[in-house]
DNA sequence: TCTATTTTGGTATTTAAGTACCAGAATTAA
DNA sequence: TTAATTCTGGTACTTAAATACCAAAATAGA
């Protein structure tokens, strides 16, 4: 089972993750509780958020009452800032050969997959952190 | 650098493959030509046309003037039925959490993948091979 | 029948992602 | 100052995908 769109799941862990930090905000929330209300390795969780905060999305506090906040509103933290700390910067042309020296004249897939990749860079760019909080 | 959609190498390489043979037809194309035109090694196109050739989208055959061709009208291979032969069978829910058991009560994606999902399903399926015979 | 050619299929290697472990540094509270 | 807690960062393990290798089987033509 394939999925077409590609989000692994330490990106996935990320944005879950942040939407409970966004929620509880302005209290901290720590590795340990995200964890577990995410049914993940505590390990891996905190490997992602520490890649998050040094980017600058999250700050993390250490010690007894440690934890992690946002870095700044939750309107300005969009998915897309996420997966591509969490995976890598995006790149909108999808044939993987094109990279590697395409021998085609032109591309064989045509527009379709640049402006498919434009739709879902749009709507990774339009799911804000602000929505999961009510 | 990381693609947003989900296409291996693997399955570019069967499509522009498979493009070259059904431009070929009826005569026969063999691996080693193939390889040539695509800058792939050879061992590595042999596997994908093998398994393409398993699943009855070409026929093979073996010994000098040997090489595979279309086993069914370019109209009626799409790129969808490669891709499902070479990388799996397509899930059109594109959250990662889903499978695992998410923790969430509903989707934290909403409908937006799965829609976008579904337009690529459908680009998947208009791409036919007889697209590149001219 | 013999030789060269081509696919086949099993196996092995490489690479990348995901996951886990652990000692060290920082911080809080007693 | 001591003990407990929490993030940090380096490393190591596991797993799956991608890729490569090679001997065996099949075939065509001489």
Same mark, same amino acid.
């Given at each position: 089972?394939?999925?077409?769109? /590609? ?7 990320? !944005?879950?993750?942040?939407? %409970? &930090?966004?929620? @509880? ?45 946002? /870095? ?7 998915? !897309?800032?996420?997966?591509? %700390? &969490?995976?890598? @910067? ?45």
């Amino acid at each position: 089972m394939s999925h077409l769109i /590609n989000i692994s799941e330490a990106a996935s862990l990320a !944005l879950h993750g942040l939407a %409970i &930090v966004a929620k @509880k905000s302005p209290d901290k929330v720590n590795a340990k509780y995200l964890a577990e209300k995410l049914n993940a390795s505590e390990a891996h969780l905190a490997k992602i958020f520490q890649r998050l905060s040094k980017n600058g999305l999250i700050k993390s506090f250490r010690g007894p009452t440690g934890g992690f906040v946002l /870095n700044k509103p939750a309107e300005e933290i969009s998915f !897309l800032d996420i997966y591509e %700390i &969490v995976e890598s @910067k995006v790149i909108l042309n999808d044939c993987p050969l094109d990279k590697a020296g395409c021998t085609f004249d032109n591309c064989i897939f045509g527009d379709a997959l640049k402006s498919i990749s434009q739709s879902i860079y749009q709507t990774f760019k339009n799911i804000k952190l602000s929505k999961f909080i009510e």
